[in-house]
Every structure is written in structure tokens, then in C-alpha cells.
């Protein structure tokens, strides 16, 4: 009667570990699902990246037309008031040189990136994942090695 008891002790024991691992393997594939989400929407992101870069070349053709235009402007107004040319001037070039100072300030706060995107994420989902997988071989060992004796 004391063999029978203690079969079901081990079979206790097994469908506990069995569980166990089994529990162990949903949550590296919920990590690993994770990850893969997280890499994808990083691609995403660079996608967006890329359009964003587009959107900006964009913006520096339509400027450098718009600034082809300020400066024709600025000859035509010129021309028009001969007589005051060096103060017309005057003015123009202080606000083209203010105007170009402000602007130089905020794109050099824009340009600032301290990390790439989700790196701090996406390694520490690594680090579980690894950690994870190391734990299942040694509980299944265990659980082999019970089985066994």
C-alpha cells in the first residue's frame, strides 16, 4: 500500500513539474511574441523615420524656392526705394540673420537623439527570454532525473 502512495506522490510530483515547465514554455513564447511585436513596431517607427526624412528634403526644396523668392523680393523692394537702399538693406539682413539664428537654435534641440528607439526594451526582453530558456533545461533535468529513480 506504501508503493502505491508513493507512486502517486511521484505522479503528484510529475504533473506538478510538468506543469511547471509547461508554464515556463507559454511565458518564453509570450516573451518571444512580445519581442517580435516590439522589433516590428521598431520597424514601423523607422518606416515613419524614413517618410519623416523625405518630408524634410521636401521642406528644404520648398524653403531654398521660398528663400530664392524673399531674396528677389528684397532686390525688388530695393530697387523700388533706391534712394533708401542701405537702410532697406539694413533691415532685411537683420531679419534674415535673426530669423536664421532662431531657427538654427530649435533644430539644434530637435536633432538631439540620446538612444535608438526601444533599445532599453527590447534588451531586457532578451535578458528574461535568456533567463527563461536557461531555466527550463535544468527543471526538466530534475524532473528526468526524479523519474528515473
Known amino acids: ?7 502517486s506522490v511521484d505522479a503528484k510530483a510529475g504533473q506538478s513539474s510538468g506543469l511547471f ?13 512580445g519581442k517580435t511585436r516590439l ?27 521660398f528663400g530664392v523668392g524673399a531674396l528677389l523680393f ?5 530697387l523700388l526705394f533706391w534712394e533708401s537702399r542701405i537702410a532697406i ?12 539664428g532662431a531657427f538654427y537654435v530649435a533644430f539644434g534641440r530637435l536633432a538631439t537623439r540620446p538612444t ?7 534588451a531586457e526582453l532578451q535578458e528574461d527570454l535568456r533567463e527563461l530558456k536557461a531555466s527550463i533545461p535544468a527543471h526538466l533535468s530534475t524532473r528526468d532525473e ?4
Open 1 to 7: 500500500m506504501s508503493n502505491t502512495q508513493g507512486g
Open 39 to 65: 522589433e516590428l513596431l521598431g520597424n514601423e517607427l523607422e518606416e515613419e523615420k524614413q517618410r519623416a526624412v523625405r518630408l524634410v528634403l521636401m521642406a528644404q526644396g520648398m524653403v531654398f524656392c
Open 89 to 100: 538693406l539694413g533691415a532685411f539682413v537683420a531679419v534674415f540673420l535673426l530669423s536664421g
Open 21 to 33: 515547465a509547461a508554464l515556463k514554455n507559454i511565458s518564453v513564447t509570450l516573451l518571444t511574441t
Open 74 to 78: 528684397v532686390a525688388f523692394v530695393t
Open 146 to 149: 526524479s523519474a528515473t529513480r
Open 116 to 122: 535608438p528607439v526601444f533599445s532599453a526594451s527590447l
